[in-house]
């Protein structure tokens, strides 16, 4: 990311700007220059970045495939697409929005943002941040390669077996699926680590547990998710792909030969509706920040809905059975999943009517983010309401894999994540880039998207309740479909187009937006203390925090943190609980190898495809790497250089230490 | 409650008017057109959730807007309100007080669910109940009509005909892939799932014709594996049912015996069956009365000798992928077979 001519002028209020302090950790933190530098580059800002906007190039691509099954689908028995192009499409588009936008475009928001919001100077294992950025983009980059290729995957996003299995899938395309899902998990599972780490081991001094930002706590909620689903979804395609392998041809999913193809259903679920709680757990952390920002008030229930999304994230892993109710499984085992499914309305419903609370009870200031979030509350509600009906087994029997339940998940995952999302870009752009996006340019961009997404999706409601299945390629004119699948068809273009509209106002705002300032809404949140963009260092001094709203609870008192090392990476560690300060860390500096293991990992799993013996070479390969990764001094000069002390600074004050806080950190006191 | 979902009209009107009557009501293949009692459990059921969460959407609605209103457009970013802990015990308790209400409509509605799934799930201890095998094919349905005697046995495909006011018992079983039996007029779907066969009940409550189609993603032509639902009074449909136990008619005119012919010498005898005579393969639809059916290539178009002379042909371009091969007969040839066919009542 190139940062636009704003100044960087650490702007804490009556904080005088030290130069000399500036130039040293700038010269500490900053990456080097050009390609190279590009691709060693571990800064959490700049990793987080990439993941956003890759996520979005990603987003743009799945949107592009879904125009084309919408014209498709605009007229019965139409020709604009074949069956096979289909099905790899609404495949595909699956995939893409689900492990290639939706979860890296919420981890990558909480890489970017955990550690300002939280007061350090950069993530926990940066290193390992990077590699889990190339493993996700390689995954991305194999997918639509395939795809382009004319192999890419036809057996939809959960690839059932025995469809996806050898007999009835020949050919590479169903191996697409499975390698590129355990590419992109590894990566999911990797920003999962690095988020939990930081966000538990280095906040700022005075961020007790109870203290957290909501957003945050979204964050590591979700990254604990990621940590217990993902295993579940490796296991499903790691299973399949050696019951594809040549040479290797197990039987876990083969019926004939006593395999099982349920307990590849099982396996599947497990991750996979957990997986909607790791998209929208992050979407109702924006929700809460920004609805606490614009009501000017603090946010009314924060430990209601902090336990809520503790119960969202364990309940989600008690209710995926009911995606197989119309699978042969006991009534009595499906009535326990229709309670559990049920359950989960109630968390969801304390977060809602915590924000209406905080909304009504507050000053309510209307700008562009609070504006999708009001759409957000309505959709998303529409979308829980729709749930709860198929949460019933009888009823869920009937409207199971028809239109009915596309309906109901995308206003579920557009309603309640894509909207967030908007609002959280429109809120968090003028951090990330000096300049404010364009209020007005905004506001159309909202219109667009809640009128288009309407047209869209409400008729899709009534199109499954008119007995419409999911997945059809085409249907005949006598099904009397036609009329809302031309509306829905009309809807996605004018989704399309408000995206069109975001995408101009980001270009038009970037070079010519109003500048921003370090806090252009008000907001409490530490993020809002240092500069934006923010230096590579994020903060001067590591800050310290009063009460859960830090900005809005700071007092002239509030003292800073000094006596980290300008001429290391050093961070400072704080205890789980209570945040006291705990002993200074140094982390490791940018370095290639994780560049390069990302390449033997997903050039192995790619090479799988075609030969088993791919796994035994990048072992010992990634072995290799592995040990050059982390054999201390091997880096190269121009990377150490960088990192030199500057002549004249003053010698660190204590040697890194696990001793007592009081001798790690000095309070520096009046310096706010 | 039981008075309110006895009062159908009202329940039909309410949801017809809640689907603004895009298309209407009263299609071929749809949820709330019932006919049998299991679609009509179900769609009071759903009567129920539509109005309760309607309400609910609506009321927060309301708030959402208020909040919306609310809202000052000025540029301005005001400073943030101090606490006031007066106002949030308020607050916690009005939260709470709707917490409570929505649990207790969530336990209605388990409660709901609980006696239609279990008054629907009654009907599996009916002993005369018809019994029925369905086993799925990419991408067709055969059809067996089980009985004692195994000469009795009725084979057919993608057209089911069912007596009405009487349980029909479906035994489910898949050839290949994971396929899902769904008819909305009568009753929720059920997946077929190779190496777990199972059951499902229904009863049709009035004669008519009714589709269904696959609900699980099955390959390349799933879009095209449909069936049709006949329901007739018991007395036709044992009639029907006398028939199809029937060989097949030996052709009278030559051109008939020719079709036979050309029917017994080419790849059609590969596949299909006709009972009576040498064919009896098992990987297509049996072709035994094949001219009885309303529809052909799984309900992808109607029975007539135009479209079934192209799905002989072609049946790539009907069905790209369908596992049917494409043909090169004469036209004096496909005449003949057409002919011969069509006698196949």
Redesign the interface.
Known sequence: MTTPAVEHVNQLPGEQVDPQAHHELDRTWTPAHGFIGWLVDTNQKHIGMRYIVTAMIFFGLAGLLALAMRIQLAFPENNFL???KY?QFFTVHGMTMMFLFAVPIMEGFGLYLVSLMIGTRNVAFPRLNAFGYYMYVFGGIFLFTMLFLNTGP???WFA?T??SGPQ?SPGKRADTWSQMITLTEISALVGATVTICTAFKQRAPGMTLNRIPIFVWAEVITSFMIIFAMPAVMLASGLLAMDRLVHVNTHFFN?AEG????LYQHTFWFFGHPEVYIIFIPATGFVSEIVQTFS???I??YT?LVLSLIATAFIGFGLWVHHMF???IP?LG??FF??SS??I??PS??Q???W??T????????KTP?LFV?GF??LF??GG??G??Q????????????FFVVAHFHYVLIGGAVFPLFAAMYYWFPKWTGRMLNEKIGIWNFILLFIGFNLTFF?MH?L????M????????P????G??NLLATIGAFIIGLSVLVFLVNVIVSRKRGEIAGPN???A?GLEWSTTSPPPTYNFLYVPTVDGR?AL?DQTKDTPVIVGLSHDKREVLTTTLLDARPDHRYELAIDSIWPFVLAIITSGCFIAAIFTPWAIPVAAVLAFIVLGLWFWRGNEPKFLVERLKATPGAPPPEVQRTFAAPNIVAQLKPGQT | MRKVFQQRSVTRALTCIALLRVSGCRGKQNVLDVAGPQAEGVAHLWTGFLIVMSIIWVLVAIATARAAFKCTTQKLIEPPLPHNPSQNKFLTWVVGSLVGVTTIILFAFLFGEFFVARSASAMSQDVNALNIKIIGHQWWWEVQYMDAVASNIVMTANEIHIPTDRTIQLQLDSADVIHSFWAPNFEGKKDLVPGHPTLMWFKASRPGSFRGQCAEFCGMQHAHMRFVILTEEPSKFEQWLADQRKSAPDPKTDEQKRGQHVFMTTTCIMCHSIQGTDAGGLVGPNLTHVASRTMIAAGSRPNTVGHLAGWIMDPQKIKPGVLMPQHTLTPQDLRALLEYLETLK
Not at chain 1, 391 to 402: E, I, P
Not at chain 1, 464 to 467: E, I, K, P, T
Not at chain 1, 470 to 475: F, L, N
Request: glycine residues 10%; charged residues 15%; contains cysteine.
């Open positions: 074949s069956a096979d099905n036809d057996v939809g059932y025995p469809l009835y019926p395999g099982d193809v349920l000017r008030r603090r009314f229930g209601a119309a699978t042969p009534l499906r009535l229709t309670g049920m359950l309305a109630i419903g304390i809602i009517f915590c209406l609370a909304l009504l009870t507050g000053k309510p200031q209307l609070l009001l509350i309505l509600v529409m309401l729709t709860i009906m949460a019933a087994v009888s009823v869920d029997r009937q409207l199971h894999d028809t008729p009534i499954g309740l008119q007995g299945t999911r997945r059809v390629y085409t249907y005949v006598e099904t009397g479909w009329n809302n252009p809404w008000g409490p709203a809005w």
